[in-house]
């Protein structure tokens, strides 16, 4: 078998985020890519949570050329192609995003031509595995975030997620105060603890957008409201700053979604600043690498969990692999993937079974796909 040709197509796609009866529009990026064969078979790949256009550049532009032509099946080989021709210095960003989303689309080929789903081509370890929801964004209201997780709780899900920080460094010089941002979110992690049961764990995201100081308040309070991680709370994963925080206030860390390269999972581990990695399939280089880092994760005795939303996907490496853990079924990013996509897995008492469908299981909507790529909005970045 061999690839005849590769596209990655950038997508901005409106959808409605709907939970617990509270509606409202948003939009999100990603990069769709496509490698197809001489025997037919088509894969496809999806990387997310950056700027859609370069990435999309980086799989026309330069890998695509070089992987017309090779067999599809040697993922080692054609990942180790792919690396020295993006990331020849061990750079990470756009070059890794690109990798991930084509080394999907191969493991997608590969489950295909052998009749397999790629859980099981992983490992296939256990064929349904735990969900948690990710429900809590800033542009809920108060009211409207307890409705929201009050709504999930009677869905089945056992384990909950919210925002905070809301883009704290980003935001220092607007007028109002980091630390009133901080407040907020307090308060609004006291409302959500007060309204969901006591079994139920609630978690925490800062999305690498706080600074060790407005961390650690945040993280001190967590503490006591039985907050089960604090995931990514400092910006750039600072290792060093992690372990502090870990140690300072006793709080569960967890990070890793937005890393490209295993040696930062191997830094942080050897650091001990987390307690829960969080490799993302669709940044962290595709299946091909995200499966050694939970085997790095493992040799550490470390747990590791789903960040980075895309359950359809991330699923396949925790059902796969015997030290998989929870995914993330997050509200936004699945309404989302329902736009582009059918056959995705969904949750049920908070649990999801992954497909029996060779490859991912998933079938893009093509027109919808197509549709969407000649709009002028897909132009922008649609983070959401």
Known sequence: MKITAVRAIPLNVPFEFN???????????????EIETDEGITGYGLTAITEEHPVASAVNDILAADLIGQDPLNTERLWDRMYWNVCPRGQSGYGMHAISALDIALWDIK???LGQPVWKLLGGAREQIPAYATFGFSFLQDEELVQVARACVDQGFRGLKMVVGHNGLQRRDEPRPLQDVIRQDIRRMRLVREAIPAEVGL????NCSLDYFHAQEIARA???LDVGFFEEPITQNDAGRLRELRRQ???????????GQAYRFRDLLMHQAVDIVQPNVLISGGFTQSRKI???????????????AFPSHNGHLHSGLLNGGEVEWHLAASAMMAEIYTGLPQPDQGWMRMPQAPGLGLTP???????????????????G
């Open 19 to 33: 939970g617990g009866g509270i509606r409202k529009p948003s939009n999100l990026a990603v990069c769709h890519v």
């Open 249 to 259: 206030t006793g709080i569960t860390i967890a990070a890793g979604q937005n890393e």
């Open 203 to 206: 978690y925490i995201d800062g």
């Open 111 to 113: 489950g295909k031509a």
């Open 365 to 383: 909507r093509l027109d919808q796909i197509d549709k969407l790529r000649r709009l002028p909005g897909s132009l922008g970045n649609g983070k």
């Open 294 to 308: 939970f085997g790095l994760a493992e040799s550490f005795n470390a747990s590791v969990a789903n960040g980075g």
């Open 222 to 224: 967590a503490r006591d």
